[in-house]
C-alpha cells in the first residue's frame, strides 16, 4: 500500500519534532531581526529558464522538474539564494535589503552527502551592500552579530534531528543520570 510510504528522501514532521523546529525559528528570527533583516518568503515553484542559465548553478538533472498547463517547465525551488535576489530585483524598491528566510529546497539526487531530498533551510542575503564588512555587519541591539555577506543553515535530518532526538532522551532520562554542559 503506498498511501502509507512516503517517496525515498522525504519526510514528515510530528509534533515534537516540529515544535523544535519552530522554537529553532522563533530564535532564529529574533536574531535576524535583532541585525536588522526582514523576512520575506519565496515561492517554492519557479520557472527552470531561471535556474538553468546561471553558469555555476545546480546541475539540471538535482533539479525537479514538471510542466504547467502551458506546457512550460517549472521547477521545485533548488536554491533559496536566486529566489531571494529574484524578489529583490522585482518587487523591491530600493538599492539595499538585508533579508531572512525560512524556506525548504529539493535536491532530486541527495546530494552532498543528505539523506534528504527536501531540505528545511534558514538563511540570511544582504544584497546591493559591498563587502562583508560593509556597516550592515555592525552588532545589533543584543550584542549579537551576522559576519557575513551570506549565512546559511541548512537544517537536515543529518545533523539537526540527531541533536533533537539526544535532547529529548535527556529530558527523559532520571535526573541522576542527566549530563550538564
Not at 522554537?23 to 523576512?39: D, T, V, W
Not at 539526487?109 to 538563511?123: D, M, P, V, W
Not at 539537526?160 to 529529548?168: C, I, T
Request: a positive charge.
Amino acid at each position: 500500500m503506498t498511501f502509507r510510504k512516503l517517496p525515498a528522501g522525504v519526510q514528515d514532521i510530528l509534533p515534537s519534532e516540529c515544535r523544535i523546529l519552530n522554537e529553532i525559528r522563533r530564535k532564529l528570527s529574533a536574531l535576524f531581526e535583532a541585525n536588522g533583516y526582514e523576512p520575506v518568503l519565496s515561492a517554492a515553484v519557479d520557472y527552470y529558464d531561471t535556474y538553468s542559465q546561471i553558469k555555476s548553478g545546480l546541475p539540471e538533472e538535482r533539479m525537479f522538474k514538471f510542466t504547467d498547463g502551458d506546457g512550460k517547465l517549472l521547477v521545485l525551488r533548488p536554491d533559496a539564494t536566486l529566489s531571494i535576489s529574484r524578489i529583490a530585483a522585482t518587487k523591491l524598491e530600493r538599492e539595499t535589503a538585508r533579508l531572512y528566510y525560512f524556506a525548504n529546497k529539493w535536491d532530486a539526487q541527495n546530494a552532498g552527502g543528505l539523506k534528504s531530498r527536501e531540505i528545511i533551510q534558514a538563511g540570511v542575503e544582504r544584497l546591493g551592500e559591498s563587502g562583508a564588512f560593509s556597516p550592515s555587519t555592525a552588532r545589533g541591539r543584543r550584542g549579537s552579530r551576522i559576519p557575513s555577506s551570506r549565512s546559511d543553515t541548512s537544517v537536515t535530518s543529518k545533523g539537526f534531528w540527531r541533536r533533537a532526538a539526544r535532547r529529548r532522551r535527556r529530558k527523559s532520562a532520571p535526573a541522576s543520570t542527566q549530563r550538564t554542559v
